[in-house]
């Protein structure tokens, strides 16, 4: 079953913008981590965020984390044509750490 | 470092013929995935090992999907029979441990005709 569920599913913006993806989940987690897979290929590690953590930068990614909404974004800022791909959410919980992704954000920068 | 190595790229049988594909780890990554990815969709977790240990096959179908990891290194992964549904796009990941990210391979496009 799928426990994140990323929105919108998908979003088309232009160079230079920000673009902003949503998660929520349904149960409680150690972390939730985003990625990107650009098509054909597999999926990059792109931030880790840790349930007491509230927002972390890296580059031009800022994530922040609503342990209490059981929602997570992600903000790329200044947005590139090679932002171009899916974004995915992974949660994971439990006594073994079984990450689980979302369905994924289809995220368009049109030069 | 080396990435995630997966072979073969792609993959097209019939169905309930047979099927392998093998994953090569970061060297020294203890944790290993093996994910379907079906068009459209988030990957989906069918086994993780621990070493040469299962820790997770609960989303394995287990009547026609088998996996090993021999002495904790390389895994493949098999389908016997395969179906039409089993269409996807196999990831291979791995980790340090269970607790870092993950990094996957490039994966396996297997259509089922």
């Known amino acids: 079953s799928q426990q994140g569920e990323e929105d919108p599913q998908a979003l088309s913006i232009q160079e230079g913008e920000n673009a902003t993806m949503n998660c929520s989940y349904k149960t409680s987690i150690n972390n939730l981590q985003w990625y990107r897979q650009n098509s054909g290929r597999g999926l990059v590690h792109l931030i880790l965020?840790?349930?007491?953590?509230r927002e972390k930068h890296s580059g031009r990614l800022r994530v922040t984390l609503d342990t209490s909404k059981k929602s997570s974004s992600l903000l790329i800022t200044a947005s590139r044509a090679a932002d171009t791909a899916s974004y995915f959410c992974a949660t994971d919980g439990g006594s073994n750490y079984k990450l689980t992704f979302g369905k994924g954000t289809l995220l368009t920068v049109n030069p | 470092e080396a990435g995630v190595a997966q072979s073969p790229r792609y993959k097209i049988i019939e169905k309930r013929q047979s099927v392998a594909f093998w994953c090569n780890p970061i060297s020294g990554h203890a944790t290993l995935y093996w994910y379907q990815q079906i068009l459209g969709q988030g990957p989906k977790l069918l086994i993780q090992?621990?070493?040469?240990?299962?820790?997770?096959d609960s989303q394995l179908p287990k009547d026609r999907f088998s996996a090993e990891r021999l002495k904790g290194v390389d895994s493949t992964l098999k389908i016997q029979p395969a179906k039409l549904e089993d269409s996807a796009v196999y990831l291979c990941a791995s980790s340090s441990d269970s607790n870092s990210p993950l990094h996957f391979g490039n994966g396996t496009r297997l259509t089922v005709t």
């Open positions: 090992f621990q070493n040469n240990g299962v820790v997770d």
């Open positions: 965020i840790r349930s007491n953590e």
